[in-house]
């Protein structure tokens, strides 16, 4: 326990179990809050009791949005005939930052991977596939992670998606091998989606 301070322990506590932050990190995230003047503090908690109340999921492409559908969906601008998969929100996030993509996103949320029993099903790559039979998709591009887990995805969904029809492409791999889309710049992501190959 730090200092004896229950309460000042359940704050480090749950910033640990945020992805990437580790146990000195957490510490001055907390000793940090606590310094900071409360209205500080309140405007954080604030913050994520909203989004927790507002963001949800599209029905339509699963990215997150505070509308269903969301503005991506429903932009008359964009090009509907073009639908990029990706294993999480950060990864549509971190394209549509770069302002090269204009088509439309399909988020798994995941991928698949047996040994954390993650399969089709928890993916809900029906939802997909059932956008692709609408048959106004002329191209998937398969923007999965470039892990192992992320190419058994690309092959599964490469495999599914080809019987109907719809060109599937890959994005080249200027993303680094391990790595997110997340924490790949603009650059990289460029080189990525213009350097997609057939899959």
Avoid: W
């Amino acid at each position: 326990m730090i200092l004896g301070s229950p309460h000042l322990q359940r704050l480090v506590d749950a910033f640990r179990r945020l992805p990437g932050v580790g146990g000195k990190t957490a510490e001055r995230y907390a000793l940090h809050l606590l310094a900071a003047p409360q209205d500080a503090a309140e405007e954080l908690a604030a913050a994520l009791q909203e989004a927790r109340r507002a963001v949800c999921h599209c029905g339509t492409c699963r990215n997150l949005s505070d509308s269903d559908p969301c503005r991506i969906c429903s932009d008359p601008r964009r090009d509907h005939g073009i639908i990029c998969v990706v294993e999480k929100p950060a990864g549509a996030m971190a394209i549509e930052r770069s302002g090269i993509y204009r088509g439309l996103y399909h988020v798994l949320h995941g991928a698949i991977n047996p040994l954390e029993h993650i399969g089709p099903e928890e993916l809900r790559i029906d939802l997909l596939l059932n956008r692709l039979k609408e048959g106004a998709i002329r191209e998937v591009i398969l923007a999965t992670n470039a892990t192992t887990e992320g190419e058994t995805t690309a092959h599964y969904l490469s495999r599914l998606i080809a019987p109907l029809g719809v060109r599937v492409t890959r994005i080249a791999h200027g993303v680094p091998i391990g790595s997110g889309l997340e924490y790949a710049d603009e650059a990289t992501l460029l080189r990525a989606i213009e350097g997609r190959g057939n899959f």
